[in-house]
T-cell receptor, first 111, second 114 residues
Framework: AAGVIQSPRHLIKEKRETATLKCYPI?????VYWYQQGPGQDPQFLIS???????DKGSIPDRFSAQQFSDYHSELNMSSLELGDSALYFC??????????FGEGSRLTVL | DQQVKQNSPSLSVQEGRISILNCDYT??????FLWYKKYPAEGPTFLIS?????DKNEDGRFTVFLNKSAKHLSLHIVPSQPGDSAVYFC?????????????FGQGTILTVHP
């Protein structure tokens, strides 16, 4: 069965650069969620989209933005990267109020 | 402010025995609780959940118990198998929030020895 696809799986950037992470939800899933998991920390909810509209917002920095496109894939844009942005970024998708299915994550390293 | 706490960073169990993973929470608005399992280099995988109107939910070898008065839940795995070795996250959701807006605990590394 198709799963949540995240790309790239690994990304290395310098401080103050910009990074874009992509998430392709499971087909027919209408909701996408982004989580950030820092080293040794628990996953923190960033933002979610339902039917291409932002549905909820968590601890997402102002330097970050995200959107969901007409094909339901989502992109997380991170600008003015800081060392503390180094983390594993998970995307999850669900259909309506169904359970979340997580992708394998995109590991961002900021040097 | 850690609203969901898993106070045991790790747990080691013999194959065939019971594994008990614990989770405490502080937010009274949480009304739905979930357990996720995570292998290295993979995303969290949903295991089992429980609504605050119940005190027990069972699915095969996995049982989750909820004690609302103590704000405590636990995951029991019986019998434990080596393939259960992974990081287990407890997560909670507050009523009225986005369905997928979960608050996670720090995780417990379970190792099941053959």
């Amino acid at each position: 069965a198709a799963g949540v696809i995240q790309s790239p799986r690994h990304l290395i950037k310098e401080k103050r650069e910009t990074a874009t992470l992509k998430c392709y939800p499971i087909p027919r899933h209408d909701t996408v969620y982004w989580y950030q998991q820092g080293p040794g920390q628990d996953p923190q909810f960033l933002i979610s989209f339902y039917e291409k509209m932002q549905s909820d917002k968590g601890s997402i920095p102002d330097r970050f933005s995200a959107q969901q496109f007409s094909d339901y894939h989502s992109e997380l844009n991170m600008s003015s990267l800081e060392l503390g942005d180094s983390a594993l970024y998970f995307c999850a998708s669900s259909w309506a109020t169904g359970e979340l299915f997580f992708g394998e994550g995109s590991r961002l390293t900021v040097l | 402010d850690q609203q969901v706490k898993q106070n045991s960073p790790s747990l080691s169990v013999q194959e065939g025995r019971i594994s008990i993973l614990n989770c405490d929470y502080t937010n009274s608005m949480f009304d739905y609780f979930l357990w996720y399992k995570k292998y290295p280099a993979e995303g969290p995988t949903f295991l089992i959940s429980i609504s605050s109107i119940k005190d027990k939910n069972e699915d095969g070898r996995f049982t989750v118990f909820l004690n609302k008065s103590a704000k405590h839940l636990s995951l029991h795995i019986v019998p434990s198998q080596p393939g259960d070795s992974a990081v287990y996250f407890c997560a909670a959701r507050a009523g009225g929030t986005s369905y997928g807006k979960l608050t996670f605990g720090q995780g417990t590394i379970l190792t099941v020895h053959p």
